[in-house]
């Protein structure tokens, strides 16, 4: 009896063993998804500076664009004789301070088109939280400008979240009727791929989707949704890295009809 009893147990060990094994051994997709950022509401602003400088010039993803040439206005020098941006902000839009200034040009980066620049920036509330953004505010009026971010800005903003961030990204999504198909173009639109890439002709960022049929199978075109890192582009290697690893949270359904459409264009 205590023999069948110990075997028993031996075989669901064993069992928990392998499948531990088993979970372990599946690639997960990795995301940059920053870390988390935790500030108190009685942040000094020399913290909220510096967490703001570590996010930009690392997990914020901001170097992908500026200060690298044409692409974006650079963020850390003067810009067309309109000063640093600390000193810009407050002259920018009438009736916004620098602080709304620059906490609207990264929630709603396309309320206010610096002259000169596509509108290519993605809302920073998809991928950062309201502290990252503050602290990143903070950061850039330190260049500049005097540092007015405080805890507050964050405490009130804590269950506000913004539209567009991860709140949006899920019960928004409608479902797929069992009437009618998906309408891909919307889609692509409303997943934001239409700010970077075109259906036909010459794209804003990365490359159209024309032809991509005949190069890609669906399969890659989905791994280069979802992991767009994982290899890049033909003629846009230097662009690795721009595309954000965000759309895993695509419903499956929706994600299907996009890689189809990009599939069927050939
Ligand atoms: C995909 C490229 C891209 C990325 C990534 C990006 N930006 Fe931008 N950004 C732009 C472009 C282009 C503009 C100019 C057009 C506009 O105003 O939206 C801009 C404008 C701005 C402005 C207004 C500048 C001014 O002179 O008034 C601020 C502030 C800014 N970005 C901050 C950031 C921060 C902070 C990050 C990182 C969280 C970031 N951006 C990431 C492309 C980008
Ligand atoms: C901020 C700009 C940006 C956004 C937003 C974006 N992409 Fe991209 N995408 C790029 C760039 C740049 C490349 C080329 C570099 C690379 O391969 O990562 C690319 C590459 C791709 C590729 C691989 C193309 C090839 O020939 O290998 C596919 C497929 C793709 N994107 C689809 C999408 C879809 C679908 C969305 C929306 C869910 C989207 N992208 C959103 C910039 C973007």
Redesign the pocket.
Known sequence: MLKTNLSILAVVIGCLGVFTWVANAIPQIQSDVPEDLVLSDDVSPEELIAAGEE??NGG???T???GLGE???N?LTD?AG?GL?GE??AN?VAGEDCKQ??HT??VN??A???EG??????D?SRT?SSVQ?WA?VAY?QSLGGEVTVTGADFADAGDAAPAGGVVAAAPAAPVLGPTGPLDPEELLTRHTCST?HAVTGASP?GPSYEGMGSRLTADEIRTSILDPTASAAEGFEAMLG?MPPIFGNIPAAELEAIVQFIASQR
Do not use: D, E, Q
């Not at 620049?117 to 993605?122: D, E, Y």
């Open positions: 996010l930009y914020g993803g901001c992908a664009c500026h692409r974006a206005p963020l810009h309109t941006i810009r902000c920018r200034y620059l040009s990264m980066p396309n206010y088109l610096v620049f596509a509108p290519i920036m993605l920073a950062l953004i990143l850039l970077c960022l721009l």
